[in-house]
């Protein structure tokens, strides 16, 4: 007779083979910034920009650096899966393994699951300057008065199809995002000077109902009625798409995030990395009840980095 049951050894061996911080290359590494830290709560000292370059006329003039502060403080969090000794014996469909990997995939998505959240909550919670992250009034020291938070009405669009808010056009997508990138190339340091004059990489963050107008916003060669696409012809820019089905509460909104650059909009802060937790074999839960619990968890959190690096977009 065969013998199906699958050990307490596999199960770790199969959560450890499954569970991969596939970080690089994904917008997680791309839009966020990863810090360690070995306390309850971190402190970030946020300073500002340093001066532009001046004709030299007389002495020196050393400018000091604007300061702003936060903080970001480490939450637990885990996973757990309990699983009886009969089903370990007997699963013969590898529905036991499935869950397994199912539990090692909550460990990988969970940084996209909490910077998400984060994104959603954009235009209602506050950054390091004290305004909400998406806002329209940011301003600081020789900045002037920035707006990240665009509200563009699609129907005043010189477009040739027109569609709505819900389910707008390709052509309307396509301005929709270039009027946000534009808005990202503009933005300006406390000192007066552009902070993504250099910016060549985008990421166009949507809800999955917007993602096939972005998708065909992005790929269009000609819009209108035979004019080239105005995507098409940035040379040098690369503007990808991002579907993210934890949006789902945007329903004519999408977000736009340089990708490239030192100064990422968003922050990811562990403590402690995902680590597996096992009452299994010998424990008193499977003397007891004839079970065995797997589990992960971890210790981290995220926060807002620098606005100057997102807009978000809202179609009226």
């Known amino acids: 007779m065969s ?3 699958i050990t307490e050894r ?3 061996g199969m959560i450890f083979e499954f569970i991969a911080e596939i970080i690089e290359g994904s917008w997680v590494g791309e839009l966020s910034m990863p810090f360690d830290s070995d306390q309850a709560s971190e402190e970030y ?3 500002g920009a340093s001066p532009a370059m001046r004709e030299w006329i007389g002495g020196r003039q050393a400018k000091g650096l604007r300061e702003n502060a936060f903080s970001i403080r480490n939450k637990k969090f885990e996973a757990t899966v309990e699983i009886l000794c009969d089903w370990l014996r007997r699963d013969k469909t ?4 499935q869950r397994i990997m199912q539990l090692a995939a909550r460990g990988n998505t969970h940084w996209a699951s909490l910077l998400s959240t984060l994104i959603i909550n954009g ?3 506050t950054c390091y300057d004290g305004q909400y992250f998406f806002d329209t009034d940011h301003s600081e020291g020789s900045s002037g008065t920035q707006d990240n938070d665009l509200s563009i009405g699609i129907s005043a669009l010189p477009a040739a199809v027109h569609g709505s808010t819900t389910a707008p056009s390709p052509e309307e997508m396509q301005q929709c995002i270039i009027r946000a990138v534009a808005a990202i190339l503009g933005f300006k340091d406390d000192q007066g000077e552009p ?4 910016a060549r990489s985008f990421r166009v963050m949507t809800p999955i109902s917007l993602w096939l107008p972005t998708l065909s916003a992005l790929g269009m ?7 080239s696409s105005q995507i098409a012809t940035m040379d040098g820019f690369k503007i990808r798409p991002v579907g993210n089905a934890r949006l789902s509460s945007w329903t004519a909104s999408f977000s736009v995030f340089r990708a490239d650059g030192g100064n990422k909009p ?3 802060q562990e403590e402690v990395p995902l680590q597996i937790g096992v009452k299994g074999e010998g424990s008193e839960l499977e003397f007891d009840e004839d079970k065995h619990q797997y589990g992960i968890w971890a210790s981290r959190n995220v926060g807002y980095g620098f606005w100057q690096s997102a807009c978000l977009v809202t179609m009226t």
Do not use: F, P
Not at 221 to 227: I, L, N, S
């Open 3 to 5: 013998n199906y049951k």
């Open 266 to 268: 968003l922050i990811r």
């Open 45 to 47: 000292a946020w300073l």
């Open 221 to 227: 060669d000609k819009v209108g009625y035979g004019e």
């Open 10 to 12: 596999q199960i770790i």
């Open 123 to 125: 235009a209602s919670t």
């Open 94 to 97: 590898g529905q036991v393994k």
């Open 195 to 198: 902070m993504n004059e250099d």
